[in-house]
Nanobody, 123 residues
Framework: QVQLVESGGGLVQTGGSLRLSCAVSGGTFSRYNLGWFRQAPGKEREYVAHITWSGGSTYYADSVKGRFTISRDNAKNTMFLQMNSLKPEDTAVYYC????????????????WGQGTQVTVSS
């Protein structure tokens, strides 16, 4: 069974940085397309970014483009989200997700999800 575990969340001031990690086990990591979503209190889950199985293509929501960078290390079965220039509106629980087929901004294209890690940006 595929399991995803996020880490790296925390409390940071506006303008600060955090690096999230998503460790994947129980499957062939290099075959999965991977993504990050987030959910703020009282809001729906929101797409953040995704990366293809090879790492050759990356995609971002307009709200994070230029500030966040998604990457993966297939040798370590881990995906990352480098978040710079953080804003209070980035405060949310961040989830990583994996899909065996083509994935996109829609959560339903992903087959497996982590439990989430809290990111809080103070103003």
């Amino acid at each position: 069974q595929v399991q995803l575990v996020e880490s790296g969340g925390g409390l940071v001031q506006t303008g600060g940085s955090l690096r999230l990690s998503c460790a994947v086990s129980g499957g062939t990591f290099s075959r999965y397309n991977l993504g990050w979503f987030r959910q703020a209190p009282g809001k729906e889950r929101e797409y953040v970014a995704h990366i293809t199985w090879s790492g050759g293509s990356t995609y971002y929501a307009d709200s994070v483009k230029g500030r966040f960078t998604i990457s993966r290390d297939n040798a370590k079965n881990t995906m990352f989200l480098q978040m710079n220039s953080l804003k209070p509106e980035d405060t949310a629980v961040y989830y990583c997700a994996a899909g065996a087929q083509i994935v996109n901004v829609r959560a339903r294209t992903y087959d497996h999800w982590g439990q989430g890690t809290q990111v809080t940006v103070s103003s």
